[in-house]
């Protein structure tokens, strides 16, 4: 009560901060009279201008009013679009380093550009983030006009760009792409053997769009890079054969107590093979299933330590079967390729595998081509990328649901707002019906009565399947309509933007991020490129005048009934996609409706909220097909999505957890990596180690006080093994300390180190240290990533001994990194020893004896020094 009185006289935090944004839009606002009398000349000056100031030691805080002054100026006559304040604001506060949260059609892509240029000034690169290659695309082609004219240049990363273009693009004072391709080209960077085969320049400033759906949504999905692994294929086909032959158990799911399972003493036939818990995800064997499978397999007992991994595959099979769905979860298209759909825009995820198993799985259930596995090459998640930038901030319509994970993950702030006109859209209650036919025979009446009427409709779906479903539906009616999903989205942007035409119906599924405003009448410019072919063509002016009329005159029509309908077929798991749905209608104070349609029988109905709503249909005895609408129904719903939201923020959480420890070591091994490419000489580096490792091996055989007892046999062995080392004097050591004998050794073979040098040559030497410490690193790495792949899916049974299993992944996972920098160092300056490298006259001496080798290691055999590549890609290619 306090605190809401407080707010009535104080304002909140962002009222308050808004008010203070508003006094330095007041000061750009100040400055625009006297910059409309510049000449496009001296108004392109002033990027020459800010550039020396900073030059001279003022930072970008101190030119922001003018550079904004001279964006919005340049704005207005090379797009003719004059930023409105609250853009301004929203400008400032993407400078800042927060979020800008604002309604959809209030222009972001205006909004960001006064932040983008004013950042760019300082020289160092400005990132600017979209959710798919056409966002970028578009945004760059329309936004480099602007930057053009004031002397900046612009590039866009699109996918399979060639590394060259890449590089141009990332040199660029701005450059728009997605976040997946920012991240690979960071991984890949990371992958390089020379430093002029890097594309990206250090991260500085970063502006994320839809910061919401890129940094919340898809941070689930860490970024991977992968190369063939051992090939399983046959497994995954034999486990889902296996699956299919098993039967889910539904009765024993109602029963959650143990206890009473026992009590109700139903015999085992009665029961399932697996049980599916939904809410969690989670699939489990029941006993009957475990006899079932290793009958089957005639197998004695399904986990026994050989068959961890078979688990581990029926496991993947059970998930694909039961929690996977076709045309919601992924789709398969005509060539057999499974891709999967992004469950928060209904996108074609192009390019991305589930990983661990389950798009194999999912393949073998689909009866497609099965790709082989794969083995992670390099990784990230998009938390640990995003974090690594200097500054960074992001724009959406819907973040402040989210404002406790932005700031607990990214140290991010989110401010609201307000829109330049007041928001007219109605939102109705939400009608829940009993079962899912009587809501969608609702749906379609409602779509009917519409259409005859003439106000546009947009309906929005969760799945691919729905939004088909009732499209057949609305062709038996005879209603025209446009269905937009991740089967079409070559069609997104034309489908979107005229989705506000008189007696338009337009089907979605989802519609976060799809970048285009839904202008009521029309977009007239669509329809004039639909006819003429390009903006470029002769007439293309003419006919776009003919169709701004058209668009007028709907306008004034779709205005009287109403504005644009917003048909909701389902709640989505987030608030913020239904928010970002709603907020399609009512664009700059135009006037809408929203309504969304629930049944009892929908996925966050029937595992979060059915049961108190059952109880209420049955106490008002509805008939069939009439719907409950009420205010405690609403909030429900509400908290079932809070319920899951806050899941999914765990799970990330957890995810992150992880990635942090994983992200020490990247940055370690990555910052090493990238300072030896920087190196021309590595040299010194590499007898480092071979110190280091000679050091560690002399005192760890040479431990205990009595010298009579120091392992002088196994050191010798090791020595020849590793260094092809033969100790001469069989008793120096007995006349040295340790360490003296120590040195002894190194110096030894630092003598033969540099015989070796001038035998081929410092050039090839040099060559020669570069590839073997790449070569080395980058196997340890792998094999690392691996290992610790192991480590995660084994480290929560530590849990059942009352150990937190992020301590212990940290523990362990440090004493395996211990061990791999070891190996690093052991195997380089081992390799250095061990490689032969031979003249052609020496080549021609010893051919019978080269003619011996190829006996003992023929082309493709693996390579004796144990890189796990073939000879001759290694060693007998040097």
């Not at 194999?360 to 259930?365: D, F, H, L, S, T």
């Given at each position: 009560m306090i605190s809401s009185l407080l707010k009535k006289i104080f304002?909140?935090?962002?009222?308050?901060?808004?008010?203070?944004?508003?006094?330095?839009?007041?000061?750009?606002?100040?400055?625009?009279?006297?910059?409309?009398?510049?000449?496009?000349?001296?108004?392109?000056?002033?990027?020459?201008?800010?550039?020396?100031?900073?030059?001279?030691?003022?930072?970008?805080?101190?030119?922001?009013?003018?550079?904004?002054?001279?964006?919005?100026?340049?704005?207005?006559?090379?797009?003719?679009?004059?930023h409105y304040d609250v853009q301004l604001i929203g400008g400032i506060v993407l400078h800042q380093g927060k979020i800008t949260e604002m309604k959809t059609g209030e222009g972001k892509t205006l909004v960001a550009t006064s932040a983008v240029y004013l950042n760019a000034l300082a020289g160092k690169g400005v990132h600017v983030i979209t959710v798919n290659d056409y966002l970028a695309k578009r945004d760059r082609d329309q936004m480099s006009r602007l930057y053009g004219f004031l002397g900046l240049t612009s590039g866009v990363i699109l996918n399979g760009l060639p590394t060259e273009q890449r590089k141009n693009s990332y040199n660029s004072d701005i450059t728009y792409g997605t976040n997946s391709e920012f991240g690979f080209d960071y991984l890949r960077d990371n992958m390089v053997d020379s430093l002029d085969k890097k594309v990206q320049r250090p991260l500085n400033f970063c502006i994320v769009d839809e910061v919401d759906s890129i940094l919340i949504d898809e941070a689930r999905t860490p970024l991977i890079i992968s190369g063939a692994a051992e090939d399983k294929v046959k497994w995954y086909q034999i486990s889902f054969q296996v699956v299919s032959m098993l039967k889910r158990s539904y009765e024993t799911e109602k029963i959650k107590n143990i206890k009473e399972k026992k009590a109700m003493d139903i015999p085992d036939e009665k029961w399932g093979d697996y049980e599916v818990d939904e809410k969690s995800r989670v699939i489990v064997f029941t006993e009957k299933g475990v006899k079932n499978v290793e009958k089957i397999l005639k197998?004695?007992?399904?986990?026994?330590?050989?068959?961890?991994?078979?688990?581990?595959?029926?496991?993947?099979?059970?998930?694909?079967?039961?929690?996977?769905?076709?045309?919601?979860?992924?789709?398969?298209?005509?060539?057999?390729?499974?891709?999967?759909?992004?469950?928060?825009?209904g996108r074609a995820m192009e390019g991305r595998r589930y990983s661990d198993?389950?798009?194999?799985?999912?393949?073998?259930?689909?009866?497609?081509?099965?790709?082989?596995?794969?083995?992670t090459l390099a990784t990230i998640t998009l938390q640990n990328y995003f974090r690594m930038y200097e500054k960074l901030s992001g724009m959406t319509g819907t973040a402040e649901t989210e404002a406790t994970e932005f700031m607990h993950t990214?140290?991010?702030?989110?401010?609201?707002?307000?829109?330049?006109?007041?928001?007219?859209?109605?939102?109705?209650?939400?009608?829940?019906?009993?079962?899912?036919?009587?809501?969608?025979?609702?749906?379609?009446?409602r779509i009917v009565q519409l259409y005859e009427k003439g106000q546009p409709v947009l309906v929005g779906t969760i799945s691919i399947k729905s939004s088909e479903e009732l499209s057949e539906l609305l062709k038996k009616k005879n209603i025209p309509h446009n269905v937009l999903n991740a089967k079409y989205h070559e069609k997104e942007a034309e489908i979107v933007a005229q989705a506000g035409r008189y007696k338009s119906v337009t089907i979605a599924t989802n519609m976060a991020g799809r970048g285009t405003d839904i202008m009521l009448g029309g977009n007239a410019e669509f329809m004039a490129i639909a006819e003429v072919g390009s903006r470029d063509a002769e007439n293309y002016?003419?006919?776009?005048?003919?169709?701004?009329?058209?668009?007028?005159?709907?306008?004034?029509?779709?205005?009287?009934?109403?504005?644009?309908?917003?048909?909701?077929?389902?709640?989505?798991?987030?608030?913020?996609?239904d928010n970002q749905l709603r907020g399609r209608s009512g664009r700059q104070g135009d006037p809408g409706e929203s309504e969304f349609y629930l049944?009892?029988?929908?996925?966050?109905?029937?595992?979060?909220?059915?049961?108190?709503?059952?109880?209420?249909?049955?106490?008002?005895?509805?008939?069939?097909?009439?719907?409950?609408?009420?205010?405690?129904?609403?909030?429900?719903?509400?908290?079932?999505?809070?319920?899951?939201?806050?899941?999914?923020?765990?799970?990330?959480?957890?995810?992150?957890?992880?990635?942090?420890?994983?992200?020490?070591?990247?940055?370690?091994?990555?910052?090493?990596?990238?300072?030896?490419?920087?190196?021309?000489?590595?040299?010194?580096?590499?007898?480092?180690?071979?110190?280091?490792?000679?050091?560690?091996?002399?005192f760890a055989r040479f431990s205990t006080e009595m010298r009579e007892d120091w392992d002088i046999n196994g050191l010798n062995e090791y020595l020849k093994d590793y260094y092809n080392y033969e100790e001469e004097d069989d008793k120096a050591y007995l006349r040295m300390t340790k360490e003296e004998y120590a040195e002894r050794i190194y110096t030894i073979l630092e003598n033969r180190y540099n015989e070796k040098e001038a035998q081929i040559g410092s050039d090839f030497m040099r060559k020669l240290e570069k590839y073997i410490l790449f070569e080395v690193v980058d196997n340890r790495w792998r094999e690392h990533l691996k290992s610790l792949d192991g480590l995660r899916e084994s480290i929560y049974l530590r849990a059942y001994g009352q150990r937190d299993p992020v301590t212990e992944y940290k523990l362990i996972s440090s004493e395996i990194f211990e061990v791999m920098i070891e190996n690093i160092q052991e195997q380089v300056s081992s390799f250095m020893f061990k490689v032969m490298v031979s003249s052609e006259e020496e080549k021609i001496e010893n051919n019978e004896d080269e003619e011996e080798v190829n006996e003992v290691v023929n082309e493709g055999d693996s390579c004796p020094c144990g890189s796990g590549k073939a000879y001759d890609k290694c060693c007998g290619r040097l």
């Open positions: 304002g909140t935090k962002n009222d308050r901060e808004v008010k203070n944004l508003r006094k330095i839009v007041a000061k750009i606002n100040d400055l625009e009279p006297e910059y409309e009398k510049l000449s496009d000349e001296e108004l392109k000056n002033k990027t020459n201008i800010f550039k020396e100031r900073l030059a001279n030691g003022e930072t970008l805080d101190d030119i922001l009013v003018e550079a904004f002054a001279t964006v919005r100026e340049a704005s207005k006559r090379v797009l003719g679009l004059r197998i004695d007992n399904l986990y026994s330590p050989e068959h961890v991994e078979l688990t581990h595959y029926l496991n993947q099979a059970l998930k694909a079967k039961e929690l996977f769905k076709r045309d919601r979860d992924y789709l398969v298209r005509e060539n057999g390729e499974v891709v999967i759909i992004d469950e928060f825009t198993g389950l798009h194999q799985a999912i393949e073998a259930k689909e009866g497609v081509n099965i790709a082989g596995e794969n083995q990214y140290g991010l702030e989110v401010i609201v707002i307000p829109t330049n006109l007041p928001v007219q859209r109605k939102d109705d209650a939400d009608l829940v019906y009993k079962t899912k036919n009587e809501k969608i025979n609702a749906i379609v009446d002016t003419e006919v776009l005048e003919k169709y701004q009329e058209q668009c007028k005159e709907e306008k004034e029509k779709v205005l009287a009934l109403g504005g644009l309908f917003i048909l909701g077929t389902e709640r989505h798991e987030s608030r913020r996609i049944s009892l029988e929908d996925d966050l109905m029937r595992l979060f909220g059915s049961e108190r709503v059952m109880v209420w249909m049955d106490k008002l005895k509805l008939p069939e097909g009439e719907p409950i609408t009420h205010g405690m129904i609403n909030s429900a719903i509400e908290k079932a999505q809070k319920k899951i939201e806050a899941r999914n923020f765990g799970i990330r959480k957890n995810l992150l957890e992880f990635d942090d420890v994983m992200n020490k070591q990247r940055t370690a091994i990555y910052q090493s990596r990238n300072e030896a490419l920087a190196i021309s000489n590595l040299k010194d580096r590499i007898l480092g180690m071979l110190k280091r490792n000679v050091t560690e091996k002399v």
